[in-house]
């Protein structure tokens, strides 16, 4: 019985979806309209280079493996930055939202810091670290600790109080009630703030990158500059777009996993 | 000897695994099941406030194993609060309430107006939470599906909350509230939020309910005709205290419009709203 209950939702999930190209159309459209407009010579090749010769840029990097390893560079300072970042955020967000102690004692710090663009702190932090991976890792873990910490305190603050009293009747222990009833409450909540750090996270690491960096797809972008190598310049920019897109298509995966329960989630 | 053996081996009856689980089951739940009857409740001048609001001002009632009390009174009256000191939610200023020997906390189950059902969990693991710290024993699924069975909703197990009805909502709670056998089940105006079809449904699935498994129910309500229709004994509260206590002679299943019914019902809402008042 469970497991035709369940049928509809699986079957649903494994079609291939004919509309799934969908929102490709844009940016597939943008892509031709720009070739066009380079090869009637509309726009100068010194303004912006053809998505041609920009996919036979990204075609010679990739044969000296020197795009690979720049992508690698990156995504691994973000991944790491945001692993740090999170947890750092989510452990606070947790702390806060559950203990009253906690939260008047290190809100209206943090609050404070908050306040402070994180990016104003480059200075600072090439006085700290030098241009030093863990100068990267700092700013990227600054900046996706308010995102991650804001809304895991609210996610946490908003569940239902009828249902943690429930949970109190039914004789649920205190980790249960956090397991069975608050983190699944504040899951939703949580997400938003994922979703806000993937942003922050890209934002800070390019800029971080051009600024004090001696690898990455920002370090990339700014020795092209110095090159005039413009078509490169345009390749970091759209690699950028893509690996954004990747980071919010897995959290939206992760959403679609874990949030199936959700009304907003079951279509 | 060995043909002897043959001889006997075909007359043995054989043990059939299915029909020995169930009779283990059977002698398991057995001792349970006898003494499965209600708890009498005992209050004596309970007395409860929020600040300077004095919301009950000394309630004595004393209510017999297996009763089932209709509280009704105003709004303000104080009707959750009782229900909520016997449901161990709020703590107790003065006066005592005791339950005539050591309980469980399995033993006290709660309603509330709204489901209050996990949205994040299917339905049958909602129910499950009714177990306490039973649910982790090797049957828990299984009388889950027998508490969902008798609300008529075991075709729904795996659904989320979310896509059922709010009838079937309140169906699943009250499985949960009753999956652990609670000898006192508490019910602070469950129907509340049902249209008329339905609560006159669920109110017929909770009578059969209290009256297969006996035990005391303690039913808050603003609908005097639901409390004629459900309970042994209406008390009706005012101003924090019992003003009137009527016991409700009507024999099982009670008729809806019949004149005894009329007239009860009358008797309160007079007590209720004041005899002048009346249209």
Same mark, same amino acid.
Request: hydrophobic share 50%; aromatic share 6%; proline share 6%.
């Given at each position: 019985?469970?497991?035709?209950?369940?049928?509809?939702?699986?079957?649903?999930?494994?079609?291939?979806?004919?509309?799934?190209?969908?929102?490709?159309?844009?940016?597939?459209?943008?892509?031709?309209?720009? /070739?066009?407009?380079?090869?009637?010579?509309?726009?100068?090749?010194?303004? @912006?280079?053809?998505? %041609? &010769?920009?996919?036979?840029?990204?075609?010679?990097?990739?044969?000296?493996?020197?795009?690979?390893?720049?992508?690698?560079?990156?995504?691994?300072?973000?991944?790491?930055?945001?692993?740090?970042?999170?947890?750092?955020?989510?452990?606070?967000?947790?702390?806060?939202?559950?203990?009253?102690?906690?939260?008047?004692? %290190?809100?209206?710090?943090?609050?404070? *810091?908050?306040?402070?663009?994180?990016?104003?702190?480059?200075?600072?932090? !090439?006085?700290?670290?030098?241009?030093? &991976?863990?100068?990267?890792?700092?700013?990227?873990?600054?900046?996706?600790?308010?995102?991650?910490? @804001?809304?895991?305190?609210?996610? !946490?603050?908003?569940?239902?109080? /009828?249902?943690?009293?429930?949970?109190? !009747?039914?004789?649920?222990?205190?980790?249960? @009630?956090?397991?069975?009833? !608050?983190?699944?409450?504040?899951?939703?909540?949580?997400?938003?703030? *994922?979703?806000?750090?993937?942003?922050?996270?890209?934002?800070?690491?390019?800029?971080?990158?051009?600024?004090?960096?001696?690898?990455?797809?920002?370090?990339?972008?700014?020795?092209?500059?110095?090159?005039? /190598?413009?078509?490169?310049?345009?390749?970091?920019?759209?690699?950028?777009?893509?690996?954004?897109?990747?980071?919010?298509?897995?959290?939206?995966? @992760? &959403?679609?996993?874990?949030?199936?329960?959700?009304?907003?989630?079951?279509? | 000897?060995?043909?002897?053996?043959?001889?006997?081996?075909?007359?043995?009856?054989?043990?059939?695994?299915?029909?020995?689980?169930?009779?283990?089951?059977?002698?398991?739940?057995?001792?349970?099941? #006898?003494?499965?009857?209600? =708890?009498?409740?005992?209050?004596?001048? =309970?007395?409860?406030?929020?600040?300077?609001?004095?919301?009950?001002?000394?309630?004595?009632?004393?209510?017999?194993?297996?009763?089932?009390?209709?509280?009704?009174?105003?709004?303000?009256?104080?009707?959750?609060?009782?229900?909520?000191?016997?449901?161990?939610?709020?703590?107790?200023?003065?006066?005592?309430?005791?339950?005539?020997?050591?309980?469980?906390?399995?033993?006290?189950?709660?309603?509330?107006?709204?489901?209050?059902?996990?949205?994040?969990?299917?339905?049958?693991?909602?129910?499950?939470?009714?177990?306490?710290?039973?649910?982790?024993?090797?049957?828990?699924?299984?009388?889950?599906?027998?508490?969902?069975?008798?609300?008529?909703?075991?075709?729904?197990?795996?659904?989320?909350?979310?896509?059922?009805?709010?009838?079937?909502?309140?169906?699943?709670?009250?499985?949960?509230?009753?999956?652990?056998?609670?000898?006192?089940?508490?019910?602070?105006?469950?129907?509340?939020?049902?249209?008329?079809?339905?609560?006159?449904?669920?109110?017929?699935?909770?009578?059969?309910?209290?009256?297969?498994?006996?035990?005391?129910?303690? =039913?808050?309500?603003?609908?005097?005709?639901?409390?004629?229709?459900?309970?042994?004994?209406?008390?009706?509260?005012?101003?924090?205290?019992?003003?009137?206590?009527?016991?409700?002679?009507?024999?099982?299943?009670?008729?809806?419009? #019949?004149?005894?019914?009329?007239? =009860?019902?009358?008797?309160?809402?007079?007590?209720?709203?004041?005899?002048?008042?009346?249209?």
């Amino acid at each position: 019985m469970s497991l035709i209950e369940s049928l509809p939702r699986i079957r649903r999930w494994r079609l291939p979806r004919p509309d799934g190209l969908v929102p490709w159309i844009v940016p597939l459209a943008i892509v031709l309209v720009w /070739q066009a407009a380079c090869v009637g010579g509309l726009v100068p090749a010194r303004v @912006l280079p053809a998505p %041609t &010769e920009v996919a036979s840029a990204g075609w010679k990097l990739l044969l000296s493996g020197e795009l690979l390893r720049n992508i690698w560079v990156s995504f691994w300072r973000a991944i790491v930055g945001f692993a740090i970042g999170g947890s750092i955020g989510f452990v606070f967000g947790l702390a806060n939202g559950l203990s009253q102690l906690s939260n008047r004692l %290190t809100d209206t710090t943090l609050q404070m *810091v908050r306040n402070v663009p994180h990016l104003a702190l480059i200075p600072l932090v !090439i006085l700290w670290f030098g241009i030093d &991976e863990s100068a990267k890792l700092f700013l990227v873990a600054l900046g996706v600790f308010f995102p991650i910490y @804001l809304n895991t305190l609210h996610g !946490i603050r908003t569940v239902d109080p /009828q249902l943690i009293e429930m949970g109190r !009747i039914y004789g649920m222990s205190d980790g249960e @009630l956090f397991r069975r009833v !608050i983190f699944p409450g504040a899951l939703p909540s949580i997400f938003v703030g *994922v979703r806000f750090a993937l942003g922050i996270m890209w934002l800070t690491l390019i800029v971080a990158e051009t600024i004090a960096a001696s690898s990455g797809l920002g370090y990339m972008a700014m020795q092209a500059r110095e090159f005039m /190598q413009i078509d490169v310049v345009v390749l970091s920019i759209l690699i950028y777009a893509l690996l954004g897109k990747l980071a919010d298509s897995t959290s939206r995966a @992760l &959403e679609r996993l874990t949030l199936s329960w959700h009304p907003a989630f079951q279509k | 000897m060995q043909e002897a053996l043959r001889f006997l081996v075909p007359d043995a009856e054989p043990v059939d695994r299915t029909d020995f689980i169930e009779r283990a089951r059977r002698l398991r739940d057995a001792p349970e099941a #006898s003494s499965r009857r209600g =708890l009498p409740l005992s209050i004596r001048s =309970l007395h409860k406030s929020f600040g300077a609001n004095q919301v009950l001002r000394g309630v004595d009632l004393q209510i017999p194993a297996g009763q089932f009390v209709a509280i009704v009174g105003r709004s303000g009256c104080g009707k959750s609060t009782l229900l909520r000191l016997i449901a161990g939610l709020e703590t107790i200023d003065t006066g005592s309430i005791g339950f005539g020997e050591a309980t469980r906390p399995a033993d006290v189950r709660v309603m509330f107006q709204e489901p209050r059902l996990l949205p994040w969990a299917n339905v049958i693991a909602n129910v499950e939470v009714g177990l306490g710290a039973r649910r982790r024993e090797a049957d828990a699924r299984r009388r889950a599906l027998d508490a969902l069975a008798a609300v008529g909703l075991a075709d729904r197990a795996a659904d989320w909350p979310g896509n059922l009805s709010g009838g079937q909502k309140q169906r699943v709670a009250l499985a949960r509230a009753l999956v652990s056998r609670p000898r006192v089940l508490a019910l602070d105006e469950p129907l509340g939020a049902l249209d008329a079809l339905t609560r006159i449904e669920m109110q017929s699935l909770l009578e059969a309910a209290w009256r297969r498994e006996g035990f005391t129910a303690l =039913l808050v309500t603003h609908d005097v005709a639901e409390a004629v229709a459900l309970a042994d004994r209406i008390v009706l509260l005012e101003d924090g205290a019992v003003a009137l206590d009527l016991d409700v002679a009507p024999p099982r299943p009670r008729l809806r419009g #019949s004149p005894e019914f009329g007239r =009860l019902e009358e008797t309160i809402l007079d007590r209720l709203l004041g005899p002048r008042r009346r249209p």
